[in-house]
Structure formats: structure tokens, C-alpha cells
């Protein structure tokens, strides 16, 4: 099993460009997150899918736009770039036990620069 | 305020020595509580979750909850070089109609050889 992955590992934007962060999971998770990380922030919560079907927005979505294409594929698109956006970006995914508890897997992680 | 609060460090310990990490979180409603650790450029992965009042061990690891305290702790025994990595402290609260998982900005720490 892969587990959770990520592409592209890095890229450089300039201002004003657009692009898709893809993320996919073997795990048959219904859950999947996009997070960013800066440094001295901790990881903040962008976007997340409770379900297929189902997208809501976490502590940062401005400026981003999320699509799950199917339990699998979780996506998130960067439509106008801006510097702020410069960070790394994780995926998760995760599943509720029976214990009450919820473990969140995270992809390699894309190292996005905007110039 | 912040939802969780970690030490950012750096906390330096001695080979062998106990490292002690500490975490307190604002929900008092807050169910689930977890140590991730991440190595500098890697993902964060699973180290120890704890949702019981007390003490529980995974080996060199040992997390520790106060619930009345709202305070979350992580003690490394025998430290190791290869525990040199940022920890970062995850706590499950109960919103509106879902779960929420807040992180704190992690606590680095540098075991010395």
C-alpha cells in the first residue's frame, strides 16, 4: 500500500498563476484533509471531505478551492497564486475506529513557492 | 488564544536523558489528544494517542493526560539521536455538527550524542 500521496513534491508559481496540488489514498479512508504549514503556525486546516460527496471549508480556505473526485482523490487548486501562499502542503486522510478515536495519515507533503 | 499551546524549544536533552514535552489545549470538552512526530522535511506520522485520564506507555514513550488541568504531556525515556524531530501535540474537540483537530505549532527537540 502506498498509503497517501502527493504531486508534485515542489514547485515555484509566480503571482497570479494557478495550479492543482493532487492527493490520493489506498486506505479506503472515508475522510481527507488539505493542510499548509508554515513555520512557528503548527499545520492549519485549509479545506476537508467528511465523505465523498462532501467538502467544508477548516481554518484557512481563502484563496483556495477543493474538489474530492472520489473516495480516493482529494484535490486542491490555487486559482490566482499569491506570495502568502508560499508553504508546504499536506493531504491526510483518516477513518474513525471503534476505539472513538480518529488517526490522520499524511502525504510526503509539496513544497509550493510563489514569486 | 490559541486552541493548542506547545513550547516551541528548541529543547535540548543529553543522550539517555528524559525529554519532557507539554501540551494544554482550551476546549474542556476536548475528547482525543496525540503526539505526532516530524522529522525536519518529512510528513508528521503517529506516535501515541491518549483519551483516558493518566498514564499510558508505547515503549520509550510515554504521554500523560490531566483533563482537569487541560494539559497533555509526552516523556522520551533514553533518549535518542534518532528522536531528534519536532513534536507536535493534536487534540480532537467536538464542533457544531463535527469533530475538529487542532494542532499546536510542535516542540523541537535536539537529543545531544
Known amino acids: 500500500n502506498a498509503g497517501v500521496t502527493q504531486t508534485p513534491k515542489f514547485q515555484v508559481l509566480k503571482t497570479g498563476q494557478s495550479m492543482t496540488l493532487q492527493c490520493a489514498q489506498d486506505m479506503n479512508h472515508n475522510s481527507m484533509y488539505w493542510y499548509r504549514q508554515d513555520p512557528g503556525m503548527g499545520l492549519r486546516l485549509i479545506y476537508y471531505?467528511?465523505?465523498?460527496?462532501?467538502?467544508d471549508k477548516g481554518e484557512v480556505p481563502n484563496g483556495y478551492n477543493v474538489s474530492r473526485l472520489n473516495k480516493r482523490e482529494f484535490s486542491l487548486r490555487l486559482e490566482s497564486a499569491a506570495p502568502s501562499q508560499t508553504s508546504v502542503y499536506f493531504c491526510?486522510?483518516?477513518?474513525?475506529?471503534?476505539?472513538?478515536?480518529?488517526?490522520?495519515?499524511f502525504g510526503p507533503g509539496t513544497r509550493l513557492t510563489v514569486l | 488564544q490559541k486552541e493548542v499551546e506547545q513550547n516551541s524549544g528548541p529543547l535540548s536533552v543529553p543522550e539517555g536523558a528524559i525529554a519532557s514535552l507539554n501540551c494544554t489545549y482550551s476546549?474542556?470538552?476536548?475528547?482525543?489528544f496525540f503526539w505526532y512526530r516530524q522529522y525536519s522535511g518529512k510528513s508528521p506520522e503517529l506516535i501515541m494517542f491518549?483519551?483516558?485520564?493518566g498514564d499510558k506507555e508505547d515503549g520509550r514513550f510515554t504521554a500523560q493526560l490531566n483533563k482537569a488541568s487541560q494539559y497533555v504531556s509526552l516523556l522520551i525515556r533514553d533518549s535518542q539521536p534518532s528522536d531528534s524531530a519536532t513534536y507536535l501535540c493534536?487534540?480532537?474537540?467536538?464542533?457544531?455538527?463535527?469533530?475538529?483537530?487542532?494542532f499546536g505549532a510542535g516542540t523541537t527537540v535536539t537529543v545531544r550524542a
Open positions: 471531505s467528511a465523505s465523498e460527496g462532501t467538502t
Open positions: 476546549d474542556r470538552g476536548s475528547q482525543s
Open positions: 491518549i483519551y483516558s485520564n
Open positions: 491526510a486522510s483518516s477513518e474513525w475506529d471503534a476505539g472513538g478515536t480518529d488517526t490522520q495519515y
Open positions: 493534536a487534540v480532537i474537540s467536538k464542533g457544531t455538527n463535527d469533530y475538529k483537530l487542532s
